[in-house]
T-cell receptor, first 116, second 116 residues
Framework: AAGVIQSPRHLIKEKRETATLKCYPI?????VYWYQQGPGQDPQFLIS???????DKGSIPDRFSAQQFSDYHSELNMSSLELGDSALYFC???????????????FGEGSRLTVL | GNSVTQMEGPVTLSEEAFLTINCTYT??????LFWYVQYPGEGLQLLLK?????DKGSNKGFEATYRKETTSFHLEKGSVQVSDSAVYFC???????????????FGTGTRLQVTL
């Protein structure tokens, strides 16, 4: 079965550079979530989209932005990168949101960002 | 807001030992509860879930029962294997009655190391 696809899997950037991560949800999933997992930490919710509209917002820095496109894939844009942005970034998808949701998220394998 | 507390690791067990990883939660309404597992270098995989009180989730020999009276969702396995070595995350999502988004709130994770 098709899973959540994230790209790139690994990314190395310098401080103050910009990075873009992409996420392709499972077919027919309309909701996408972004999580950030620092070394030895639990995943922290950043932002989510339902039907191309932002549905919830967590601890996402102002330097980061994200959007969901008409084909439901999502991109996370990170600017003015800092050393502390080095982390594993997970994308997850689900069908529906809130009361219409199944309550189950399917995660991609993550994109590892290293900021030097 | 929602929160999840799980026992700190690492937990080191011999193969075939009994496993318990404690998880308690704080949430409004009727959340769904999950256990996710993260193997080294990989993403998060759903291990099991329970969506209402007294439900028991089970998979691959792991079990957890949704206890509303004690707000707990402890993970158990009768006989662990070396291949079970991983980090286990307890998580919850807003219950349907609250109308909240399906985003997950994670515990801090418990690392399990199983030795021969």
């Amino acid at each position: 079965a098709a899973g959540v696809i994230q790209s790139p899997r690994h990314l190395i950037k310098e401080k103050r550079e910009t990075a873009t991560l992409k996420c392709y949800p499972i077919p027919r999933h309309d909701t996408v979530y972004w999580y950030q997992q620092g070394p030895g930490q639990d995943p922290q919710f950043l932002i989510s989209f339902y039907e191309k509209m932002q549905s919830d917002k967590g601890s996402i820095p102002d330097r980061f932005s994200a959007q969901q496109f008409s084909d439901y894939h999502s991109e996370l844009n990170m600017s003015s990168l800092e050393l502390g942005d080095s982390a594993l970034y997970f994308c997850a998808s689900s069908h529906g949101w809130g009361r219409r949701g199944t309550g189950e998220l399917f995660f991609g394998e993550g994109s590892r960002l290293t900021v030097l | 807001g929602n929160s999840v507390t799980q026992m700190e690791g690492p937990v080191t067990l011999s193969e075939e030992a009994f496993l318990t990883i404690n998880c308690t939660y704080t949430a409004t309404g009727y959340p769904s509860l999950f256990w996710y597992v993260q193997y080294p270098g990989e993403g998060l995989q759903l291990l099991l879930k329970a969506t209402k009180a007294d439900d028991k989730g089970s998979n691959k020999g792991f079990e957890a029962t949704y206890r509303k009276e004690t707000t707990s969702f402890h993970l158990e396995k009768g006989s662990v294997q070396v291949s079970d070595s991983a980090v286990y995350f307890c998580a919850l999502s807003g219950g349907y009655d609250t109308g909240t988004a399906s985003k997950l709130t994670f515990g801090t994770g418990t690392r399990l190391q199983v030795t021969l």
